[in-house]
């Protein structure tokens, strides 16, 4: 069964400062992972799709990076902005099941 | 740029009442998502529809709960009767077909 886990739970940094969140998952058969951004009491909004044969993706100060073999991905923010400030999700799609499985999210906050 | 659409936004109902939330998905996206999201953690998938197929309902508590997409296209999730612990975020979610996902804004249930 495909689990997805994500460290820390939650992160305060100043602003200004680049930062990482780690995505960790038990089972490598997946098709692609995805990183989400969610505002409180709103839906999801993606960020970053990364193909299984893919090793990284970049969008403006965001990069991701997956390693299939090792089951990890990283978000990378650079000069984080207090706008910044949200949870983040990142969810996998099982080859086998087609399932996109979550995990429970890192909340970030970017201090001014 | 099209959107999942899901209404209500909110709803209040008491317990042992029945609630009903529709979803809108982006056309043409064959597989169609309905997650429960639990204040704090992160989102669980109750069901998955290809076209108007189920694909996976193994979470979805069948005595209480129905999901379905009669013609491919917009779907209902119904609970009746409604328990305390329903109180959650409900999203939808729709995508091409094992690529990027997109959510809905999410009706946000309390059960009193």
């Known amino acids: 069964k495909q689990e997805v886990t994500q460290i820390p739970a939650a992160l305060s940094v100043p602003e200004g400062e680049n930062l990482v969140l780690n995505c960790s998952f038990t089972?490598?058969?997946?098709?692609?992972l995805q990183w989400f951004r969610q505002d409180p009491g709103k839906g999801l909004t993606s960020l970053l799709l990364?193909?299984?044969?893919?090793r990284e993706q970049t969008s403006g100060r965001l990069n991701a990076s997956l390693d299939k073999s090792s089951g990890r991905s990283t978000l990378y923010i650079a000069a984080s902005q207090p706008g910044d400030s949200a949870t983040y999700l990142c969810a996998v799609i099982s080859s086998n099941t087609g399932k996109l499985i979550f995990g429970q999210g890192t909340t970030l906050q970017v201090k001014p | 740029e099209a959107e999942v659409a899901q209404s209500p936004r909110y709803k209040i109902t008491e317990k042992s009442q029945a609630v009903a939330f529709w979803c809108d998905p982006i056309s043409g996206h064959a597989t169609l998502y309905w997650y429960r999201q639990i204040l704090g953690q992160g989102p669980e998938l109750l069901v998955q529809?290809?076209?108007?197929?189920?694909?996976?309902d193994s979470q979805l508590p069948k005595d209480r709960f129905s999901a379905e997409r009669l013609k491919g296209v917009d779907s209902t999730l119904k609970i009746q009767p409604a328990e305390l612990g329903d109180s959650a975020m409900y999203l939808c979610?729709?995508?091409?077909?094992?690529?990027?996902?997109?959510f809905g804004p999410g009706t946000r249930l309390t059960v009193t």
């Open positions: 529809f290809q076209d108007e197929s189920v694909v996976d």
């Open positions: 990364i193909q299984s044969s893919q």
């Open positions: 089972d490598s058969a997946i098709y692609n």
């Open positions: 979610a729709s995508s091409p077909d094992r690529d990027r996902v997109y």
